[in-house]
């Protein structure tokens, strides 16, 4: 009790004990008796995201009204904060991955191999981006310009977060990318797990509703629409009834497909190359390339209200 | 007009007096002979959850590094911080309520008393969202541990925001909860009513385009993927053909239930206890315990695309 | 190279230089030999919006203590700095379609005119904004006052955004326009193209994922569920494949129409007064006046799971 | 004890402890039996004397760019608020003074009255501040401009604040006034007690270190250099040998009298209309009109260094 | 009026009203019949200052952990924002000055001219704030590096304020000059004249009070304590009795002199080479060369208090 | 070069290259050969400062609502987030006196000795500022209460300032101590360096221009007002020319001594208990207790200005 005789108005002193006992008990059932250790700051992600684009596109995303003689500078100095506060996040991810609060020397090589790695992948990941927004420009009527794209379309603000996250996923942070790969989820209703592989001049139209799974694979210059899945059709469970972990369980959709909106396609099936999957469709079967995939009748009847016959 | 004679850019003078009238025409049309009583603050209810937040979950959703000696007062700090503020914004609900510009005595108990109603729920709060993480970690393959799931998943914040607002809205504060609820549908996408019931062990994957209905009621250990509805199937008129407010419209749904994504549930149906609702399903009817409902037939025709035979 | 000699950790230079290449590059692709101007600012967009809805609606969306006294200057105050700071981002649209670095005096009678016309138009969008917030506290059971219809509905949101922005797209800028929808889009999951023309006493309830496309024609009293698509059905490709762009492509509402959940609708296709149109239908013909269009058959079937028989 | 047997960094639970007694101890010495009410803020007067600026002279302490046709509404919406917030201000002093939790129905009243009161006076004040400014414009060789003077001199932004506080110091809100001086005092060094009366055309060169005490009374056209003091000479005690607190007891300088840098003037005494009083110059009597007053002798002597002789 | 008939609290109306006129009278009387350009920005300005002390040193007044391959990114990206904005802020100076409401294309140059200017002096700024740092490090038996030199003393914010003023002044930027210093004369209670002329190894110890005037010079070595004036002892006026502006009316003190605390030095005297000025020494003349300038007696008598003889 | 070929507006390049040089010219004069380490933070040493006040007096400097039951959680909670921020900030200064890029464990240890040094004298600390702030009370006929003088008066900032200070100096931290009493020194124009020794009941008025030197020792119960200094005489220099530092050589006041404006005190004297040292005195000698030392003549004579006899 921390005040004795004190008036409780709302009755901190009791509220705040049994939620201590809570605390414990809930650390004690995950055997957790350390104090458990900081993990990655989605707020410092989302930073790091934004300067990232700013590195990548300085002219659109960072300062628009940069003189040439300064362009360089911005993007250097944009370039060492961004990455020493992403050395950061990974740190804490290993940190918290190790149960360890504080970083070793080894962590620390670690995790600045991963940010190194990182850094290497940067002007890829902008050489990737010109394509998807090329892509975008080009499938888009409503389009009138590729900066227009850029700015404003919510799939490639997806796809940027993604094309981070799914480096740091497979540099070994995968946390992080998950945590980068929910900012853009709730800023655009796009859910990319980080570990989905996706190939160039990728567009994705809309977009609120997308789901792409851990293990999905995605060809070159694939259009997908608003509320598409591409789903684990079922999980596998172990001998002890437990989940199976990162098996490959989601779709291979091959190069120049076009998946309509709200089309579902579940397990580890191929979409073949070229192929179009119609709108509302539910798949959860391989389609040979060049494939037109559309719902097999009509499904509507119209009648006249208050029609007699 | 209040400068006779300045020089006018845009009309201001004009607009300002345009947009009076209508201002004074709208109340008028809605019978609001009195100035119209200040609502609660959307800004201050985000305020009010993340630091509920903090106070549930110090170590992840607060200041992570608290050493043992600190952790209770910045539970008992924050939450004196945000009972208090919870209290004020409960008393502008009650005077919007009563068409009042300043809280009563008795109101002010009435406040009072949801407040401190809602403080003494908070450890249940708090177990409930213990449970909820824990599903979530069990049912999804790519979680890998359970700070990531409460740190990561929309859910969970749709979750934990849900159980706010509906101890809220159940001791009388609709306003309030509701507000709070659609702080959690912009972030996330999900739309829960808060006036849903809902067990524990709850499970959202991905969330997006989740809506569930006033008067649905969840059991435990219900797993329900994206874009998921229980919505109603119609809406009760009374005999002046105004809608019939607050009856019973939509599902019940039972323990261990699963709902794929994109399913459609309508109506005061049942879906009984352990059944599996396939993706995109549409149902309008009760649904026997242990039913697997899909759909029935193969919905999709493929071809080669311009390919002859 | 900055400094000759000094110890590279991350290897700035090296990617500073890389990306200088394809920033080059990027342009030289584009045919874009000189400075890229500027464009309209989102962040500065999205505070214009917010300040719009504070003049439109002083009282819930600006400052609600303000005394009568008070209001008209409030207004005023508001309108002046909004519709300056408008001006300043369509003169930024004007400069960015013509490749300019600074506003000539031509370009910037222009902007004036297109923020002037803008000014004028808002004492009518106040009242299609009555209208909508009356439609949905009409047509929901769940809502108790227009008030709390105002404040917490993300349809509400969406539709004043939407009227700011078709106002302005049909003004001359298309640019702010979008930008302006698509800060409603990462709000609440309604993704309504600013071309769309839509009448008076429009309802969209729950609104995540609905999504409306740029040559739509919606009518009066027209309430649409989530997840509803009115889209294009294919994309017209002139003589030399590149897309047609700007031709009549979405479907035309009628009056009194309603729309459930899921219906996806396509092509330049109408859908007469007063028809209904069921929860996940595809539609991509013409339906009569007084239509209720519905699924063709049961979609479902169930089975007690692991049931003998 | 809040968590026994917590490890203890810093001994946080002894450290309340004592410290909570020494705050019991000193509310007892001072006979504070029941918690001590809130006092007026500092941060929300700075807010106050900026906004009061703002209306004085909008065009230059406000918003530079305002059109003719917007300068009456920004001028009217910023009074509405600043004098809200004064009059919440003055509250709390009365509050405060009469050891009142909340504020009784007169009370209020009598703040309204004061912050009424206050609110007529701003065109006298400003008319002086104009007078103010003017003196500096035709005092000092080095001003190129009195807009100038308004935005760059320490001394205008000290007269500003203390025609303000005075105002606020006679119609009965001496705490709000004293935190005003002080805020001035803060920024320039200029010391005021909001109990001095000071005429028209009051201009203070550089200002650092003037002290104006409380009863002090200054003519109209004064100018007063940095470091003067105009202070009282002893304190007079009662019988119980406590401060007799409120009487004259500092100087009081007639019209156009002027004050070099480092000047002490000390007591009740009458420095006569037209004086000069020099620099560092050490005063405790009367002075004629007329007079100049200077030191009485060479105070240097000067050698030089190392010389012989 | 602007809402005939509303119902007036604090009788907003009638004060727009009076101050309106009053801000109309006051324009009148200084026959400003056109609307008054915008001033440069004090807080614009508090902001250059900083970014040009990280510029300068950047390892200690801007970001202190840059590690060696971004220093020269860092201070490129600063110093381009921060020229860019001066430049600004020039040229709003001399729209200022010539009473114009934009910028002519002559104008901008003259602006340019007057930015490049001062970047082209910003090496010799840093040389000799070097020289101030050494100077004070090595001045003061309290300096224990010179590090904590350039952090905490006032005296080098002062000096280094100065400098940056003092360049601006001579380019032509007097305006903007004079606001610097007040900004330094706020934080440090030093008011030192732009116009000054200052040699290197300058140190100001404690500085509170001092003042400098415009035309004052000082040479190389000088040091100075706090409440020391170099001031003008008296103003000419011309044959129309208005104060002559700009000549030279204040001390030359020439290299190696130190004056101590509360020293007053009036008029264009000349304090040779070497000498020292004891405290609170009163000086209207020249002083030789090698010269000791203290008071010329004892100024005090002490005697026992209440003590008889 | 960074960018061979690209325009130069403001010759970033060549200023980045100037600047540079001067920078590791000026490293390696102070012979600086490795990377300096940072230092600790004004920024956060002023919100450390604010922090302490507001656990000291957490209803007059923290959070004047809290109710009983949440004061002593307040407290404990910002003790320790305001410990663990200020044992950063030792933790800095003992790297930066090292010359050391990071903390070795030892001195890990010896940073959180000092701050654990600092925890424990708290509450002789809040002791003492209370027995300075009733000093003020009763020695100021102006105050009107002792809450007034805590939130108004500059002095008892600065005494507050002082005492935290001091104890961090005598600990081992005199950089952190230094800072702290600079940000009162530019907040109040009051200058005590943290190694003076200042007894309980200390009422320093006004202020504004106070210097008091690192060695001086002041008694109990005593009065200071504005442009007072207690410094040295003169440097001693060792044989090297070099100035000797640390050595006693300011002012010792003895108990209930009254120093009034401008006194100027230099040297190891001894100001006898009880003394009253008048304004404007020059001392520098010992002064016996009790005595009453003022100046030796009038120093002023006045005349009546163009008067004959």
């Given at each position: 009790?921390?005040?004795?005789?004190?008036?409780?108005?709302?009755?901190i002193?009791a509220l705040v004990?049994?939620?201590?006992?809570?605390?414990l008990?809930s650390?004690?059932?995950?055997q957790c008796?350390?104090?458990p250790?900081k993990?990655?700051?989605r707020?410092?992600?989302q930073?790091?995201?934004?300067?990232?684009?700013?590195?990548?596109?300085p002219?659109?995303?960072?300062?628009?009204?940069?003189?040439d003689?300064?362009?360089?500078?911005?993007?250097?100095?944009?370039?060492?904060q961004?990455l020493?506060?992403?050395?950061?996040?990974?740190?804490?991810e290993?940190?918290?991955?190790?149960r360890?609060?504080?970083?070793?020397?080894d962590?620390?090589?670690?995790?600045?191999?991963?940010?190194?790695?990182f850094a290497?992948?940067l002007?890829?990941?902008r050489s990737?981006?010109d394509?998807d927004i090329q892509?975008?420009y080009?499938?888009?009527p409503?389009?009138?310009s590729v900066?227009?794209?850029l700015?404003?379309?919510?799939?490639?603000?997806a796809?940027m977060?993604?094309?981070?996250a799914?480096?740091?996923?497979?540099l070994?942070?995968?946390?992080v990318?998950?945590?980068?790969?929910?900012i853009?989820?709730?800023?655009t209703?796009i859910d990319i797990?980080?570990?989905?592989?996706?190939?160039?001049h990728?567009?994705?139209?809309?977009?609120t509703?997308?789901?792409?799974?851990?293990?999905?694979?995605?060809?070159?210059?694939?259009?997908?629409?608003q509320a598409?899945?591409?789903?684990?059709k079922?999980?596998?469970?172990?001998?002890?009834?437990?989940?199976?972990?990162?098996?490959?369980?989601h779709p291979?959709?091959?190069?120049e497909v076009v998946?309509?909106?709200?089309?579902t396609?579940?397990?580890?099936i191929?979409?073949?190359?070229?192929?179009?999957?119609g709108?509302?469709?539910?798949?959860t079967?391989?389609v040979?390339?060049g494939?037109h995939?559309t719902?097999g009748q009509?499904r509507t009847?119209?009648f006249?209200a208050?029609?007699?016959?």
């Open positions: 009790m921390i005040i004795n005789g004190s008036t409780q108005i709302w009755g002193n004990s049994a939620l201590r006992s809570l605390r008990q650390l004690q059932d995950r008796l350390v104090h250790p993990m990655p700051s707020g410092q992600l930073q790091i995201v934004e300067n990232l684009g700013a590195a990548l596109f002219n659109r995303l960072g300062l628009p009204d940069l003189p003689e300064a362009i360089d500078y911005y993007v250097g100095h944009t370039l060492e961004v020493r506060e992403l050395n950061r996040q990974v740190t804490l290993l940190q918290f991955k190790n360890l609060q504080s970083a070793s020397q962590l620390q090589s670690q995790s600045s191999a991963i940010t190194q790695g290497e992948q002007p890829k990941i990737l981006l394509s892509a975008a080009e499938g888009d409503a389009a009138s900066d227009e794209v700015v404003c379309y919510p799939g490639v603000a796809i977060h993604h094309r981070i799914h480096a740091l996923y497979q070994g942070a995968p946390l990318a998950r945590i980068v790969a929910e853009a989820h709730s800023a209703g797990h980080p570990g989905a592989q996706i190939g160039d990728f567009f994705l139209d809309h977009g509703g997308v789901v792409i799974g851990e293990t999905a694979v995605i060809g070159r210059r694939v259009r997908i629409y598409v899945t591409l789903g684990a079922r999980f596998q469970k172990d001998d002890n009834g437990l989940l199976v972990k990162g098996n490959a369980r291979i959709v091959e190069d998946i309509y909106a709200g089309a396609i579940l397990g580890r191929t979409i073949g190359r070229g192929s179009t999957i709108g509302n469709v539910w798949l079967h391989d040979l390339p494939s995939v719902q009509t009847e119209s006249i208050g029609g007699g016959i």
